[in-house]
């Protein structure tokens, strides 16, 4: 896509702290990091969503996502979290699909923390229903 920044960035019109690449992938220190390290790790096939890419991509990136994950943890002994934002309403800003990796080393000043609810008797069934007539 000509005016994707992620396409960019991946083809190299557009510099970046790279991390890693291959042929189906790329990952790059995040420019407003919420921790040292942030990273991005992107296929290098076009998708807005993570449904629209190939098979082929798709396992490209998530084992680029595990090699990355695991530089993270050796660079910085710690742990990490993996995040996805899919669609405008999940917080994707750039469309075009990336995954976020996150150090976590227990100084950070943020959480992930959102409030637990419990279905309604029987809602959950139905909801369930509904998810697998779709598959």
Same mark, same amino acid.
């Given at each position: 896509? /000509?005016?994707? %920044?992620?396409c960019?960035? /991946?083809f190299?019109e557009?510099?970046? =702290?790279k991390?890693?690449?291959?042929? !189906?992938?790329? #990952?790059?220190?995040?420019i407003a990091?919420?921790?040292?390290? @942030? /990273?991005?790790?992107?296929? !290098?096939?076009? #998708?807005?969503?993570?449904? $629209?890419?190939? =098979?082929e991509?798709a396992? #490209? +990136? %998530?084992k680029?996502?595990q090699?990355?994950? +695991? #530089?993270?943890? !050796?660079?910085?002994n710690?742990?990490?979290?993996?995040l996805n934002? =899919? &669609?405008?309403? /999940?917080g994707q $800003?750039v469309? @075009?699909v @990336?995954?976020h %990796?996150?150090p976590?080393?227990?100084?950070? $000043?943020?959480?992930f923390?959102?409030?637990? !609810?419990?279905y309604a &008797?029987?809602e959950?069934?139905? %909801?369930?229903?509904r998810?697998?007539?779709n598959?």
């Amino acid at each position: 896509m /000509a005016e994707c %920044i992620f396409c960019k960035i /991946a083809f190299g019109e557009i510099s970046s =702290n790279k991390i890693y690449e291959d042929d !189906k992938t790329f #990952a790059f220190l995040d420019i407003a990091p919420v921790s040292k390290g @942030h /990273a991005l790790v992107i296929p !290098k096939q076009h #998708a807005e969503k993570v449904y $629209e890419m190939s =098979n082929e991509s798709a396992e #490209a +990136l %998530i084992k680029a996502v595990q090699k990355v994950g +695991l #530089a993270l943890e !050796k660079t910085f002994n710690c742990d990490f979290n993996v995040l996805n934002n =899919n &669609g405008e309403l /999940a917080g994707q $800003e750039v469309r @075009h699909v @990336h995954f976020h %990796i996150i150090p976590r080393t227990g100084e950070e $000043e943020f959480r992930f923390n959102w409030p637990s !609810k419990k279905y309604a &008797g029987g809602e959950d069934r139905k %909801i369930l229903e509904r998810i697998k007539g779709n598959l």
